[in-house]
């Protein structure tokens, strides 16, 4: 479990599992989510509602995994720039501590 602080002050904190890590690998939510500057905005925490509102809306069956990240993680009420950050960070160092994490399945 990682502990995602939400605000600069310390005082909101958000525990993420690993599946949430492993929802947002399989939907690669956080390919070219950042500017090349590395700073995260309200702008980018925007840009992922949007797009996991477009895979919502593409799929004919709601993925529980993805309902889950958006009702616990990604719409969370405190959710905000700065705990974005700390998730992409925490992202991060979950695939380095899982190597197998973003690799394509191989086809038989």
Known sequence: MYDIQLNESGTRHLNVEENVFQTIDKYHLFQDLVNSTGYVTEHDLDRLKLTVRNLLDGETAHPQD???????????????????????????????????????????
């Open 66 to 108: 993805l309902l889950a990240l958006c009702n616990d993680v990604i719409f969370h009420e405190k959710m905000k720039a700065y705990g974005l950050r700390n998730l992409l960070e925490a992202y991060k160092q979950w695939q380095s501590a899982n190597p197998a994490a973003g690799e394509a399945p191989e086809e038989a």
